[in-house]
């Protein structure tokens, strides 16, 4: 009798699946032995239904280019550049300018809690810019 093996067709979401049950189980853990305390279950919970979910789109969906590349056109691919181009520079012009205002708000009214919101946001923002530049750096070399 021969066994069925399935095959692997999104290592991304395998990856993730992974992590999350593994963050899961950490909170299981958590719960059972260390702070018995009910957010640490709603977590596991919500975290647990992730990795089950990521795992059946690891083995039973092509990831999405795949799944796009053969019904779009040119047309489709110059509008889904222009709308992530678009929600990427809104996304960044709401960092910096939420970044300023709380390190304003901080300065002139010394809201203490403030400040590491301001650094939060920079950092991301940051971040951000840094990803950007490798990614590409990356489609530069082999694109």
């Known amino acids: 009798?021969?066994?069925?093996?399935?095959?692997?067709?999104?290592?991304?979401?395998?990856?993730?699946?992974?992590?999350?049950?593994?963050?899961?189980?950490?909170?299981l853990v958590?719960?059972?032995?260390?702070?018995?305390?009910?957010?640490?279950?709603?977590?596991?919970?919500?975290?647990?239904?992730?990795?089950?979910?990521d795992f059946y789109d690891a083995f039973h969906k092509d990831p999405i280019e795949e799944r796009v590349s053969g019904a779009a056109d040119e047309r489709d691919?110059?509008?889904?550049?222009?709308?992530?181009?678009w929600a990427m520079s809104i996304f960044n012009k709401t960092l910096s300018i939420s970044s300023v205002v709380a390190f304003w708000v901080y300065a002139r009214f010394d809201v203490s809690w403030l400040l590491p919101v301001a650094a939060t946001l920079c950092g991301?923002?940051?971040?951000?810019?840094?990803?950007l530049l490798f990614?590409?750096?990356?489609?530069?070399?082999r694109g």
């Open 135 to 141: 990614v590409n750096l990356y489609y530069e070399k």
């Open 30 to 53: 958590g719960y059972v032995w260390r702070w018995p305390d009910f957010r640490l279950l709603v977590g596991a919970f919500i975290v647990m239904v992730w990795a089950v979910t």
């Open 124 to 131: 991301v923002e940051l971040f951000l810019f840094l990803l």
């Open 1 to 27: 009798m021969e066994k069925k093996t399935k095959k692997v067709k999104n290592i991304q979401n395998l990856v993730l699946a992974v992590l999350m049950a593994v963050v899961g189980v950490a909170f």
């Open 77 to 85: 691919v110059y509008l889904a550049m222009l709308a992530s181009r």
